[in-house]
């Protein structure tokens, strides 16, 4: 998260060009992990300490870093409460929290979680910093509504759907580049640029995601495949599919509550070219945002970023 | 001095609703709560309704209401919390909001702060505090509706159907979260981050609080060895008084008060909250309400006082006194053996001490008919 440090020759207008050339020499390839790792490794045991000393001594950490670390507590109390809205007794392959504590715990340790996150959030005395991240906790939730509406029309149906995907997965990543280069850097534009590949970067994500629920299988992904159709959600795949097969449109509608109406939108994607739609659309927004984030200077930080792009459009898992 | 301003604040409510006035002397109880803090609404310029329009009116929270109704005939204890809403219950008084106000206007005008302009304020408060107040309930409201979580393994057959009771949990997490969001919000445009700070610890209480509120009620624990009175303090603060304490102290810090001033109004919050939450506890012994069936959870404080006054062993014979033939507790019985000993008396010694340190605190502000309100209300929760 450092590729804003140099306030001066910080923009980099003449790379949009040549970024593709960055990205497929592979002597210049930095793992963003291992450029990172350094800052990673501390993370959860920061993210321990915050829960339960929460002292004087955690102000050493450095801002970027807190910050790093109020995104996944914020993320982790998302997802512990959004395990209990989905019912779902599996997270990555393990037990999820109202599974082994039940529901009215779990409701609680989430909203712990989050209050610990917004004290230190507050610690970092920065309002603007304070507001940015503010906003995702209630994109969160929104996105959350959205999610259990489905719309009649079939172009509002899309729109919906990546402003759920937006609220639900890209505000956090967005809003959290957003603020770290907002603590280290004054100038406006970079944090446009900072939010605008987070945000790019985060439906990919999504998208990736909603493709991988189609086409992987249980063991990778810690959960069983088709479970967004199992909640009665139709993501992209599904939504392309429905130009070719308007059959899905009624089972969108009733959310594929009927007996079998799960395995008919399954096949009906499967034989459609949605997947392939979906992750064409990923690809766009990963485009972007490798667009986005090379118009600042290069540096290693920058290109892993850009590296890190093209990982979470080739992941498989 | 009190009788005075009591006069005083009743001779004003006597100008407005006339027959009202006679319930402050009188030692009625809850309405009498009721009236002192609905007279001090009035001072503070807005009517009940802090809960800011914007979220009530939101499509999110519409959308839930819709959805609520679907739980009609279900027992999700999320259609009891949105009936308080609609008719008026103490959960409905919104009491933090108004003291909140009040405080803020019993402190006065910023001296220290230039960016505060005292020609922002209306009816002597600041925009910022009536925020904060707003914030305040909606925090308060948000875990009212999470408190109302069910644990789905413990569901029986008794509680209606499973998916009814999915779907309620479903709402109320939603809900809950979407009141905590805009509080969340709401905070960050105070600009203030020692607010924020303030704040958030205070939903981290509270969180503690029901935590072990959660564990402590429930009747197996009346045979374990329950917590003793200093606990049950402690435990209360967490669940029910360091919200309405540390939004107390924000206000302070929003109009840049000095130190002693957050630590005053941090004080009376503290124990306003503990007194209010002893009062409501003792309500089922001292109500002389015959025939009712009478109900209260084990973890209220007499009983924790009785426990603490008879001893583990005799509680637990009382306990098992009190056991139907369907091994169900007879809350008559069980009260007949609280209200026998010191319990209560202790209770009531221990809320007027309360209502006393929160009177004191309030003291260090200059005399003014917000504080007046403040005294009322701190004593009316020690009158049964």
């Known amino acids: ?317 | 001095m009190l009788p005075a301003t009591w006069s005083r604040l009743s001779c004003r409510a006597l100008s407005t609703r006339g027959q009202r006035t006679l319930s402050l002397f009188s030692s009625s109880g809850p309405s009498n709560w009721t009236k002192v803090v609905s007279d001090a609404e009035k001072i503070v310029g807005y009517p009940t309704s802090f809960m800011s329009l914007r979220c009530l009116l939101s499509d999110e929270l519409s959308n839930v209401a819709m959805h609520v109704r679907k739980l009609v005939g279900t027992q999700h204890p999320l259609l009891s919390t949105a009936r308080g809403f609609v008719y008026d219950n103490r959960n409905n008084l919104q009491m933090r909001g108004v003291i909140v106000l009040l405080m803020s206007k019993a402190a006065g005008p910023s001296h220290a702060a230039s960016d505060l302009l005292a020609q922002d304020m209306v009816s002597g408060i600041y925009p910022s505090q009536r925020n904060l107040a707003e914030i305040t309930e909606l925090i308060h409201t948000a875990f009212l509706v999470h408190r109302g979580i069910v644990n789905l393994k413990e569901w029986t057959v008794s509680d209606g159907p499973l998916k009814d009771m999915e779907f309620g949990n479903k709402m109320a997490v939603l809900s809950g979260d979407f009141l905590l969001a805009n509080a969340c919000t709401g905070l960050a445009q105070l600009n203030n981050t020692k607010v924020v700070e303030l704040i958030s610890s205070a939903i981290g209480d509270l969180v503690q609080g029901i935590y072990n509120e959660n564990s402590n009620n429930t009747e197996e624990n009346g045979l374990t060895d329950g917590v003793d009175v200093a606990t049950w303090e402690e435990q209360t603060f967490l669940s029910h008084g360091a919200l309405l304490a540390k939004s107390c102290q924000a206000a302070m810090e929003l109009a840049k008060h000095d130190k002693e001033s957050q630590r005053v109004a941090y004080k009376y919050g503290k124990h306003l909250s503990l007194g209010h939450k002893l009062n409501s506890d003792l309500q089922p012994f001292v109500k002389s309400s015959v025939g009712e069936p009478v109900s209260f959870s084990l973890g209220t404080a007499p009983v924790v006082f009785h426990r603490q006054i008879v001893g583990q062993e005799r509680w637990r014979q009382q306990l098992q006194q009190a056991k139907t033939m369907r091994n169900q507790l007879d809350y008559s019985k069980l009260l007949a053996a609280v209200k026998s000993e010191k319990g209560v008396s202790s209770a009531v010694d221990l809320c007027c001490y309360h209502g006393n340190k929160a009177l004191e605190a309030i003291q260090a502000f200059p005399s003014s008919e917000a504080r007046s309100a403040l005294e009322n209300i701190a004593s009316a929760i020690t009158k049964f």
């Open chain 1, 1 to 317: 998260m450092c590729w804003i440090i140099h306030k001066s020759r910080l923009l980099y207008p003449t790379l949009h060009s040549c970024c593709c050339k960055t990205i497929h020499s592979d002597a210049k390839l930095k793992d963003p992990f291992t450029l990172a790792q350094k800052d990673l490794t501390s993370l959860y045991d920061d993210i321990k300490k915050e829960l339960f000393v929460s002292k004087e001594e955690l102000k050493s950490l450095n801002r970027a870093g807190a910050i790093a670390m109020i995104s996944e507590m914020i993320h982790t109390a998302s997802l512990v409460h959004d395990d209990v809205i989905d019912g779902s007794d599996k997270r990555r392959g393990k037990r999820t929290i109202n599974e082994v504590w039940g529901e009215r715990k779990a409701i609680l340790a989430g909203d712990f979680i989050l209050s610990a996150a917004s004290m230190a959030l507050a610690r970092i005395g920065n309002n603007t910093v304070v507001k940015v991240l503010s906003q995702v906790i209630e994109d969160l939730v929104r996105g959350e509504f959205m999610q259990l509406g489905s719309k009649e029309n079939e172009n509002e149906r899309f729109k919906h759907y990546l402003e759920k995907t937006f609220k639900k997965t890209a505000s956090l990543i967005a809003n959290s580049c957003k603020a770290v280069s907002i603590l280290v850097n004054s100038d406006p534009e970079v944090h446009e640029i900072a939010y605008q590949y987070g945000k790019n970067v985060g439906i990919a994500f999504q998208l990736v995601d909603d493709v991988l629920d189609f086409t992987s299988g249980a063991s990778q992904l810690g959960k069983p495949t088709a479970a967004d159709l199992k909640l009665g959600l139709a993501t992209g795949p599904v939504l392309f599919a429905c130009q070719q097969f308007p059959e899905l449109h009624a089972m969108i509608m009733r959310r594929f509550s009927s007996n079998g109406d799960v395995d008919r939108a399954w096949q009906y994607v499967l034989q459609s070219d949605g997947v392939q739609q979906t992750n064409y659309l990923a690809q766009r927004y990963g485009q972007e945002a490798i667009r986005q984030i090379s118009m600042l200077r290069p540096s290693p930080e920058r290109d892993a970023l850009i590296r890190l792009t093209e990982m979470v459009l080739t992941r498989d898992k």
